[in-house]
Each structure stands twice: as C-alpha cells, then as structure tokens.
C-alpha cells in the first residue's frame, strides 16, 4: 500500500489549493485519514482528522478555512484550503489507516504519504 500526496504549490495569501491523496495498492477499507503539516523548525501538527467514528477533528487554527472530503470509489482524499496565510505554509503530509484484508477488518496498518510542499507568499 502507498500514499501519494500531490497538489502542493506556491499560492498567495488569501488564495486557495487543493491536496490530493491517493491511496493504492492492497486496499479493503481505509478506517481513519488525517492531514498534518510541519512548518520548518516545527513539530508536525495536526490539520484535520476523520477517525473510524466518522468524526471531523480540526485543529483550532483552521478557523473554518479548510475542509477534508473523499473520493472513496478512487481511494482518494483531499484537503481543501482556502484563505491561505503565510504561516500556513509548510509541507503537508497525508495520514491513513489502511485494512487490506476483508477476512482481518479489525486488523490496519497506518501509512504516510511523502508531503507535499505548500508555500503561501506574496
């Protein structure tokens, strides 16, 4: 199984992108998918989450700019940013929690997609 991350770029602030996710290989169902980003010198952090609850969890400096959706029939999930603000900028990593096998759907495993670079300036 492997995660691609695309769509990163240069964008101004007040502008918007789109991130991709596209998870392939042996794939049954995908129980969780998170963005994170790391800005440099920081920690990676948490963009935005849907747990196996189904739940969204946004981190706090979203403030209503981004949102999650999925394209489950391509096994893909995307990042919808807008309002883009300089300290928005980093590289931003894709999340899944993967079940390969129908016969084990308890059983997941969790992969990374490589980051893709987003980078707000005027």
């Known amino acids: 199984v492997q995660l691609q991350a695309s769509g990163g770029g240069l964008v101004q602030p007040g502008g918007s992108l789109t991130l991709s996710c596209a998870a392939s290989g042996r794939i049954f169902k995908i129980k969780y998918m998170g963005w994170y980003r790391q800005a440099p010198g920081k920690q990676r952090e948490l963009v935005v989450r849907?747990?196996?609850?189904?739940?969204?969890n946004y981190a706090d400096f979203v403030s209503g700019r981004f949102s999650i959706s999925r394209d489950s029939a391509r096994n893909t999930f995307y990042l919808h940013l807008n309002s883009l603000k300089t300290e928005d900028t980093a590289v931003y990593f894709c999340?899944?929690?993967?079940?390969?096998?129908?016969?084990?759907?308890?059983?997941?495993?969790?992969?990374w997609g490589q980051g893709t670079l987003v980078t707000v300036s005027s």
């Open positions: 999340n899944a929690d993967i079940v390969s096998e129908s016969f084990a759907p308890d059983v997941s495993t969790s992969y």
């Open positions: 849907i747990p196996s609850d189904g739940r969204l």
